[in-house]
């Protein structure tokens, strides 16, 4: 199965590059090509082996609830000629991401069970166990790491430092929690419980702004199977989850949590090949749609990354 790592393309008229976690970006004045690579990250550490079909399933879902929110809130997303390529518009990012929490799960978990009872400002209630449903879905920003790990933070804090304008933080707040609800929405429509998400928003040079890079994928959210909720609640057991959390929990059963002088374990085939059709499995469950591989649709091309090349020369 081919996997694309990374890329390393030059054109003409490029204005720039960046590469994330996961994202190699090209910068073309006004817009921008982002290429979804097939990299994985967990605790914000790239891990070394790419997983096939992982970019295109990212890509996809966010391209699927970007077309899905649209309504609600202005995004970036001009196209998707490619399953691992998106073409859009070019923002100046706002450095934090707002991370919506719906129940008690992950992170916002281990906070609480370690006796934290506020989490970036926001305080919880007592007697809540793993999974619950909080009395409302809340917001827990952090900031945005170009390196290491991101850090919670809290409005206050965000406002006061100046890191983002009071006005326009009240309407990221706003665009956050609408997107949440919609995201609940389309999730409950396919028997899912949307549980937590992040969201990023850049501003134009004309001051709007938009929603920016993924939406609702299994990289940024984590979701819960509806039917069976409520009785394994009661039974104090483990929820069915469809979300990257298997990634990390199998990172720390092997000791590994992105701490100072952890190794990450191997990554063997086997648990390679597990991971991608994990995320398979993912995409048309949160779609409801079949996925097609890009290698099904690129017959003719030398390769996935001659396939993403080409699309960015004939689309910018």
Same mark, same amino acid.
């Given at each position: 199965?081919?996997?694309?790592?990374?890329?390393?393309?030059s054109?003409?008229?490029?204005t720039?590059?960046?590469?994330?976690?996961?994202?190699?970006?090209?910068f073309?004045n006004?817009?921008m090509?982002?290429?979804?690579?097939?990299?994985?990250?967990?605790?914000?550490v790239?891990?070394p082996? @790419?997983?096939?079909?992982?970019?295109?399933?990212l890509?996809?879902i966010?391209?699927?609830?970007?077309?899905?929110?649209?309504?609600?809130? #202005?995004?970036?997303?001009?196209?998707? @000629?490619?399953?691992?390529?998106?073409?859009?518009?070019?923002?100046?990012a706002?450095?934090?991401?707002?991370?919506?929490?719906?129940?008690?799960?992950?992170?916002?978990?281990?906070?609480?069970?370690?006796?934290?009872?506020?989490?970036?400002?926001?305080?919880? #209630?007592?007697?809540?166990?793993?999974?619950?449903?909080? #009395?409302? #879905?809340i917001?827990?920003?952090?900031?945005?790491?170009?390196?290491?790990?991101?850090?919670?933070?809290?409005r &206050?804090?965000?406002?006061?430092?100046?890191?983002?304008p009071?006005?326009?933080?009240?309407?990221?707040?706003?665009?956050?929690?609408?997107?949440?609800?919609?995201?609940?929405e389309?999730?409950? &429509?396919?028997?899912?419980?949307?549980?937590?998400?992040?969201?990023?928003?850049?501003?134009?040079?004309?001051?709007?702004?938009?929603?920016?890079?993924?939406?609702?994928?299994?990289?940024?959210?984590?979701?819960?199977?509806?039917?069976?909720?409520?009785?394994?609640?009661?039974?104090?057991?483990?929820?069915?989850q469809?979300?990257?959390?298997?990634v990390?929990?199998?990172?720390?059963?092997?000791?590994?949590?992105?701490?100072?002088?952890?190794?990450?374990?191997?990554?063997?085939?086997?648990?390679?090949?597990?991971?991608?059709?994990?995320?398979?499995?993912?995409?048309?469950?949160?779609?409801?749609? @079949?996925?097609?591989?890009?290698t099904?649709?690129?017959?003719?091309?030398?390769?996935?990354?001659?396939?993403?090349?080409?699309?960015?020369?004939?689309?910018?």
């Amino acid at each position: 199965m081919q996997a694309l790592k990374e890329t390393g393309f030059s054109f003409p008229g490029q204005t720039g590059f960046y590469r994330g976690k996961v994202r190699d970006v090209y910068f073309f004045n006004d817009l921008m090509a982002v290429v979804t690579t097939d990299r994985i990250s967990a605790f914000d550490v790239v891990l070394p082996r @790419p997983i096939p079909h992982k970019g295109a399933v990212l890509n996809s879902i966010a391209a699927y609830f970007l077309r899905g929110t649209a309504d609600l809130v #202005p995004n970036w997303l001009e196209s998707t @000629p490619h399953p691992m390529l998106s073409i859009g518009r070019r923002c100046q990012a706002y450095p934090v991401e707002m991370v919506v929490r719906g129940y008690l799960s992950g992170h916002a978990w281990r906070q609480y069970r370690d006796g934290h009872r506020s989490l970036c400002g926001v305080a919880l #209630p007592e007697g809540l166990q793993e999974s619950d449903k909080l #009395p409302q #879905p809340i917001i827990t920003p952090t900031t945005k790491a170009h390196e290491g790990h991101d850090e919670d933070i809290s409005r &206050e804090e965000i406002i006061g430092r100046g890191l983002v304008p009071e006005a326009e933080y009240r309407q990221l707040e706003a665009y956050a929690l609408a997107l949440y609800a919609r995201g609940t929405e389309m999730a409950a &429509e396919k028997g899912l419980i949307l549980v937590d998400t992040k969201y990023e928003f850049g501003r134009t040079e004309e001051g709007k702004i938009l929603l920016i890079d993924e939406v609702h994928t299994p990289d940024s959210s984590r979701y819960f199977y509806r039917d069976g909720y409520e009785e394994r609640q009661q039974k104090k057991e483990p929820q069915r989850q469809l979300s990257k959390e298997f990634v990390r929990q199998w990172l720390i059963t092997e000791g590994f949590q992105g701490k100072d002088g952890q190794q990450i374990p191997p990554m063997t085939d086997e648990i390679v090949q597990h991971i991608s059709a994990r995320y398979l499995e993912l995409y048309e469950k949160i779609t409801g749609l @079949p996925f097609t591989k890009p290698t099904e649709t690129a017959s003719l091309e030398a390769s996935l990354e001659d396939a993403v090349r080409k699309n960015i020369i004939r689309h910018i």
